[in-house]
């Protein structure tokens, strides 16, 4: 999992931009799937793996509008949830994925708001 955050580094900017979209959503879902795999459970990771390609079909979507920056802030949300993976304290982990998810849950609902703006100022202009 270090391993796989040392190679985001280089496929991200500070400002949150992707350099390497491709190559970041590759990362992200092997470290995604590195954690949900401790669990041992084929039933979890099979529902993980629909979910992610949803997840990935959204992310990929949003991206491509303006205002989507988050690669910065996943990444350092990724560090804390391995940081209390590494150090073994149940407790941090539980805060550090539900804080990864409802950044991600946010962000996500604020690129859509503002592409659903420009559609709805666009769809008036016409």
Not at 31 to 47: M, Q, Y
């Amino acid at each position: 999992m270090r391993d796989l955050l040392g190679e985001i580094d280089e496929i991200i900017d500070t400002q949150g931009r992707y350099l390497d979209y491709e190559n970041f959503v590759g990362k992200d879902s092997q470290f995604h799937f590195l954690i949900v795999g401790t669990a041992r459970n084929r039933h979890l990771v099979d529902a993980y793996r629909h979910m992610f390609l949803h997840f990935h079909a959204a992310r990929m979507h949003l991206s491509l509008g303006s205002g989507y920056r988050r690669a910065y802030e996943t990444r350092q949300e990724h560090k804390t949830i391995l940081d209390a993976f590494e150090s073994q304290d149940l407790p941090a982990l539980k805060a550090a994925i539900t804080n990864h998810m409802q950044e991600s849950t946010k962000w996500f609902a604020t690129a859509q708001a503002r592409m659903d703006g420009g559609a709805s100022k666009s769809q008036k202009r016409a």
